[in-house]
């Protein structure tokens, strides 16, 4: 992997697999679990210039990826409920980076932290409840018309977890 190449995806890039055990699905719900308190603790050392820094060039600044973290979780976990509650849902899309520069995102990424905090709790104690047959329901992405299983879900959010916080470290291990 070239620099850029790891500046841009820190965790390598997701590989979806098959299908998923058990196991893996708990370990995956440990990460999601842990992470608001793991960018809690690397965020609470930011200073304010380091907010603003950008992970790389014309990458998102931490402050943006702190939000975002937040944001793309929210959409994760509404996407689990209609999944949960709706036969094949076609979920809704949404424009990452336009949700990255709303007037919001510019103030304090501790908004953002509370949510994920509060968020995490909730849809952990939703994952680690679902049987086998739930976790293999699937919704319909609508860019792609692919269909999406809950377990792929809970796989791609705790590496989406481990990509952001790999963009954070970059920006805490510049200074």
Do not use: C
Not at 48 to 72: C, E, F, N
Not at 143 to 151: N, P
Request: proline share 5%; aromatic share 10%; no cysteine.
């Amino acid at each position: 992997m070239n620099n850029d190449e790891h500046l841009r995806y820190p965790a390598g890039k997701f590989a979806a697999q098959d299908s998923y055990t058990p196991e893996e699905i708990k370990k995956y719900a440990d990460e999601i679990e842990a992470l608001p308190a793991k960018i809690e603790i690397l965020a609470s050392a930011f200073t304010q210039k380091q907010l603003d820094t950008p992970y790389r060039d014309g990458g998102w600044t931490a402050r943006q990826v702190i939000h975002h973290v937040a944001d793309s979780h929210m959409n994760a976990y509404v996407r689990f409920k209609w999944t949960l509650t709706e036969q094949l849902p076609t979920i809704k899309a949404y424009d990452e980076k336009a949700w990255a520069e709303t007037p919001e995102v510019k103030l304090d990424p501790a908004m953002s932290l509370a949510l994920l905090k509060a968020l995490h709790v909730r849809w952990v104690s939703l994952i680690i409840r679902l049987d086998t047959s739930s976790l293999q329901r699937e919704f319909v992405h609508p860019d792609t018309m692919r269909h999406i299983k809950l377990e792929r879900l809970v796989a791609m959010y705790a590496w989406h977890g481990r990509h952001h916080y790999g963009h954070l470290k970059i920006i805490a291990d510049k200074s």
